[in-house]
């Protein structure tokens, strides 16, 4: 199952504070590749990435589900959201796609409209709780969490051994 990072936006520079992130963000993305091939996408816009998102299916898309990071989303744990990763995968998604949003969060249109691809392809509108993260740093978080998931799920003891 591929594991996309998406998100809007520039793309992660080459140095400075902004790339101590993206670094980060690659290692806990490399980490994954034990489990599972990584990639990320950067779109320029919201609707650029919502297109890409919810285009008729092709036979190479043809089990994507998505996961839009957002605050009105739900909160999970993280067990609870290795278990929510590991029914997709039992499920056979053969991609999981986990977008970020714009900088002022979402549209209320993309929303609305986005509600019923999230219902169909069993995705989910998901929080990290009612803190405002910058985007590097929720970038950071979600491959984080995306690499405990793995290890939850492996029985590895990076969860348990915090």
């Keep these: 199952m591929l594991l996309t990072l998406a998100h809007i936006g520039p793309k992660p520079p080459k140095s400075g504070d902004k790339a101590h992130f993206d670094a980060l963000t690659r290692l806990y993305l490399d980490r994954i590749s034990a489990w599972h091939p990584t990639e990320t996408q950067i779109f320029p816009t919201e609707a650029a990435l919502v297109d890409w998102l919810t285009r008729p299916a092709k036979a190479s898309r043809t089990a994507i589900v998505p996961v839009l990071l957002d605050r009105t989303g739900r909160a999970l744990s993280s067990t609870e959201f290795a278990s929510w990763f590991a029914t997709r995968r ?31 392809h069993s995705g989910l509108l998901l929080s990290f709780g009612p803190i405002t993260l910058a985007h590097d740093l929720a970038r950071l978080v979600l491959a984080e969490q995306l ?12 969860h348990t051994g915090h």
């Excluded at 499920?91 to 219902?119: C, E, K, M, T, Y």
């Design 147 to 158: 690499y405990r998931a793995c290890t939850i799920l492996a029985g590895h003891p990076y």
């Design 90 to 120: 039992d499920q056979g998604a053969q991609r999981l796609v986990f977008a970020i949003g714009p900088a002022d969060g979402w549209s209320p249109s993309v929303l609305d409209q986005i509600q019923n691809h999230l219902r169909a």
